[in-house]
């Protein structure tokens, strides 16, 4: 579904609904498995009432959103996807009620394109799931609005918005992330998955990628678009048996092929994403070289090597890490990115390796490539959070990567 706070910004926002996910196949290929038994879930999926009555939300009224945000006008646009537009607007911190715009806590008005059942089917599942957890690492969701054919989704706003945006877009509205960020945010999202992975009924997110991990004003990652996620299997079951969904370039290997979905298939996107912030590259980038329109297939036969990462490390990161740190990241990676989900660690443990790797607090000057000088240091994002130049955005563009 790709939710508010997704990737493309317009100016001042961090929200974006990305386009609503699809099958994917290797080749990247729109694919509908029918592999979509029966779910091996043995719990009963909850009817559309029991759901909405054990959220924790607020029931938003139209005609409160609709003054919250200046009656979804245009200039009020957050950004567009898939699932629909997403609005700035405000509320009263205290009563939740429609304020006047500058007024109040800024929140981010996701509102459902009036067409489709799957579209309703992710609303739910936002509900459903976002309803149940809070977590520091998971977005909030505020409220929700269903009333007549109108569904919407009330968010806290994210200020600094997606972290595809902090590392693909160029220019100076976005500075890029300095190596200590990307393992603050490496870190954050993953004890976002460790903690759905350790739920009681254990929810795989299915969806995790750049585009879906928002930012807080302090760099905090906070995971969001729940649209596509699942209740994991139970009892003696090893897997979900469902239709492969997802984002062509962050999918299992086996899910593609099988349709079987396991807390093992969210690692080895993370492992994805960790690749994508240590490279400074696209999981799929038909721009690049032939040999590197794929970053996983490209990378991994550097990633095991000590003496050839630099190669995969993003240039605009030299002198801020050393080459042990650096190694020990990428090793993570490339084992979350093993093509047996068996060998893959949990994501408990990844939350461990990464915990070691942000204590040492590693602000190195030693460089990967030791054959030329140093050069100076790029402005990144750590110092213009320390400075006084403020983060501006600039207006949403569009991208072929989204096959959703």
Known sequence: MGICLSARIKA??????????????????????????????????RSEGEILQSSNLKSFSFSDLKMSTRNFRPDSVLGEGGFGSVFKGWIDENSLTASKPGSGTVIAVKRLNQEGFQGHKEWLAEVNYLGQFYHPHLVKLIGYCLEDEHRLLVYEFMPRGSLENHLFRRGSYFQPLSWNLRLKVALGAARGLAFL?????????????TSNILLDSNYNAKLSDFGLAKDGPTGDKSHVSTRVMGTHGYAAPEYLATGHLTARSDVYSFGVVLLE??????????????????????????????????????????????????????????????????????????????????????????????????????RSADDVGKGNTAAAYPRPSTSPLYTK
């Open 12 to 45: 001042e926002s961090p929200c974006h609904t990305g386009g609503s996910s699809k099958p994917v196949s290797t080749d990247g290929n729109d694919l509908s498995r029918s592999s979509s038994k029966a779910s091996s879930v043995s719990v009963p999926p």
């Open 197 to 209: 992975h350790g739920a009681e009924t254990k929810v795989i997110y299915r969806d995790f990628k």
């Open 277 to 378: 912030m240590l490279s400074g590259r696209r999981a799929v980038d038909k721009n690049r070289p032939s040999g590197e329109h794929n970053l996983v297939e490209w990378a991994k036969p550097y990633l095991a090597n000590k003496r050839k990462i630099y190669r995969v490390l993003d240039n605009r990161l030299e002198g801020q890490y050393t080459l042990d740190v650096a190694y020990k990241a990428a090793n993570l990676a490339l084992r979350c990115l093993s093509t047996e989900p068996k060998f893959r660690p949990n994501m408990d443990e990844v939350v461990k390796e990464l915990e070691e790797l942000h204590d040492l607090k590693e602000t190195g000057n030693t460089r990967c490539d030791q054959s030329s000088g140093p050069r100076p240091r790029r």
